[in-house]
């Protein structure tokens, strides 16, 4: 398969910082998109699989999964979009597309390995798939979605990944006019959960540790703040919640939050995989018919879905633009949380 060589910026080993390198992207072929890569934000995975986190990163690795860019050549047989137009690519460029799952429009789910955009197997070219933090990318036109044309670009890619992992949980549990839905923690994916919930119609609480957060948490939409580490702020909201939506990415305590949803309510993990330490307390679950559950991503349908209903609500991510060149700096400010909410890479910084 012919390939063009391109500049990316991406690291050799766990330890090493990120630093300019070359990458083949496969020539288009009949079910294939070109896409110049305008903007890519920075997700909390591109570090974790940059750094090895999580013990299954394969080197070079080239992270982002939050890519929004201009169409510049398609295959014979697309349909879906053309020369010049903008497109994005979220965090899957391939599924096995006959599973049960991929049936069902949840291409997250895939019953037989979807393929992620980056630090999965490449089935064209072999080795390992390379993202976002590069000049473009070549993904089968399936996976591909349309920008809305009012939307800003850049401020659009967070989307991709902190936008539509929380759209899908509001989604699947039904958030509408009436529900009232909670927020734990406010970072890239918490604000982006609150913007969607209130879209929605819900009636919303931001969970904070730190009294500071307050004042943000209302200018994003919130209609109200409650410091969880607060008992008596606490025990104002025992039994409210239909839906919590719990974007912390670290471990921590669950149970506190279990005891402020409503019959029937869900509390929801999008942010942090492993094990619950403390323990989950089941008796307050049992007693009210509550669950903890879990969700990833969104397959392609939600994730365009989403992409249209933020067109028409004019919902974008708020952002800090950067240059490829200061990533490695990103990232220490991303462990500190010193970012509101989502850093993006401006990729005109690459050809310098």
């Not at 429009?105 to 080795?127: F, R």
């Not at 920008?147 to 992992?165: E, F, K, S």
């Not at 933020?310 to 970012?339: F, P, T, W």
């Amino acid at each position: 398969m012919k390939t063009t060589n391109v500049k990316a910026y991406g690291t050799q080993a766990a330890d090493a910082p990120l630093n300019p390198m070359n990458i083949d992207r496969r020539e288009v072929s009949a079910k294939d998109i070109e896409i110049e890569i305008l903007y890519c934000g920075v997700c909390h995975s591109d570090l974790h699989t940059a750094r090895n986190d999580w013990g299954f990163t394969t080197y070079p690795a080239v992270p982002g999964h939050e890519i929004v860019g201009k169409v510049t050549s398609v295959g014979s047989e697309v349909t879906k979009l053309k020369v010049g137009d903008f497109a994005a690519v979220g965090c899957l460029v391939g599924s096995c597309g006959t599973c049960s799952s991929c049936e069902k429009d949840l291409e997250q789910y895939c019953l037989n390995g979807w393929v992620g955009t980056y630090n999965s197997a490449d089935k064209y070219l072999g080795g390992m798939t390379y993202g976002g933090y590069s000049e473009k990318v070549v993904v089968e036109e399936h996976f591909v979605l349309k920008v809305p044309a009012n939307l800003d670009l850049a401020a659009t890619a967070p989307l991709l990944c902190a936008g539509i992992t929380t759209w899908s949980p509001l989604r699947h549990w039904k958030v509408g006019k009436g529900s009232k839905v909670a927020v734990v923690g406010l970072g890239g994916l918490g604000h982006m959960a609150i913007k969607l919930a209130k879209g929605l119609g819900a009636e919303v609480t931001l969970f904070s540790r730190t009294p500071g957060k307050e004042k943000d948490g209302l200018d994003l939409g919130a209609d109200a703040v409650i410091i969880s580490t607060d008992e008596s702020q606490m025990e104002t909201v025992k039994g409210k919640f239909d839906v919590i939506i719990d974007t912390v990415p670290y471990v921590h305590d669950v149970n506190p939050y279990v005891t402020t949803l409503n019959i029937n309510g869900t509390l929801v993990l999008v942010g942090y995989l492993g094990g619950l330490e403390p323990i989950l307390n089941t008796v307050p679950m049992i007693m009210g018919r509550k669950s903890v559950a879990a969700s990833l991503i969104g397959g392609i349908a939600e994730t365009q879905e989403m992409l249209d209903f933020c067109g028409e609500h004019n919902i974008v991510s708020e952002i800090e633009l950067i240059n490829m060149q200061d990533i490695n700096e990103a990232y220490e400010r991303m462990l500190k949380s010193d970012v509101r909410y989502r850093f993006v890479i401006d990729m005109a910084s690459l050809k310098k």
